[in-house]
């Protein structure tokens, strides 16, 4: 792959991601995770244990064998109950590798019309949860053992987990309606390529533009700008090395939408 993409991920508010950068690590959680939020797509394979997860107010059970994919306006947080722990790769990519991988226009329609109903958690079968966890595995030592030299391994993982959402069961979540402040993450996040502020979108929502900047700040520790900046320059990013075309219709929409519904079926 072209290596002269634009590296501006030095302008992310996390971790500091190229647009077709990729890292996967087994880790076992052994205490509650307070709430957060990643500036990067996620992939969560779960391979042993349970917790309860809750996004964006929506709390479910995650068992062994499923799989969750995260998107960067969603809050995230784990409670475990008693002495149990949740043993899983966590898989965090560019969303421009998200695109690169997702370029089917006929699938992205059909995702658009149920992007209100989606929820992103898969269970797999024995067979597909061993392969996928022996892929995992692999390519933790591919990256130890080959670091410079992973952009279509990355390409491959990614293409293979989008496949997984087209094929696999979905998990049945009682999805809670968004109530604020989650919704108002959620606005900024697919309306970004509008004439969009902070008093303009107070109104939307009639409320105060100090309201609505405090709970921002709240719920992610970045006011209003720092979020718009931030999903901007994420989707610019996405948009340069992708090269996906949207519905005519659908192009007011382009990448903030395209996150929310990118894996529904």
């Known amino acids: 792959m072209n290596s002269d993409y634009p590296y501006v991920s030095t302008n992310y508010l996390s971790s500091h991601y190229k647009p077709q950068d990729l890292s996967i690590a087994l880790e076992t ?15 969560w394979v779960v391979t042993a244990g349970t917790a309860e997860v809750e996004i964006n107010g929506t709390a479910f059970q995650l068992t062994a064998g499923d799989v969750v994919q995260l998107m960067p306006h969603q809050i995230r947080r784990v409670s475990l109950a008693g002495e149990t722990t949740l043993t899983m790769y966590a898989i965090r990519l560019s969303m421009g590798l998200l695109l690169l991988s997702s370029n ?72 809670s309606q968004d109530e604020q402040p989650w919704v108002w993450l959620r606005y900024l996040q697919f ?6 502020t902070l008093s303009g979108m107070a109104k939307v929502f009639e409320t105060t533009a100090q309201e609505l900047q405090a709970a921002l700040i709240e719920l992610t520790g970045f006011n209003f700008n720092q979020l718009l900046n931030q999903v901007r320059i994420r989707n610019a990013a996405a948009d340069a090395i992708s090269g996906v075309e949207y519905p005519q219709d659908c192009r007011y929409l382009r990448l903030s939408n395209h996150q929310h519904v990118l894996l529904s079926v």
């Open 191 to 196: 309306h970004h390529p509008s004439h969009l």
């Open 29 to 43: 959680i052994t205490a509650d995770v307070a709430p957060y939020i990643r500036d990067e797509a996620e992939f």
């Open 104 to 175: 089917d226009e006929k699938q992205y329609a059909v995702a658009l019309r149920n992007a209100e109903h989606f929820f992103p958690v898969v269970h797999l079968a024995a067979d597909s949860k061993t392969f996928l966890e022996q892929f995992c595995a692999n390519a933790v030592l591919q990256k130890q053992h080959h670091p410079a030299n992973s952009e279509s391994l990355n390409l491959a993982l990614t293409s293979y987990l989008i496949y997984l959402f087209h094929v696999e069961p979905h998990v049945a979540v009682s999805v």
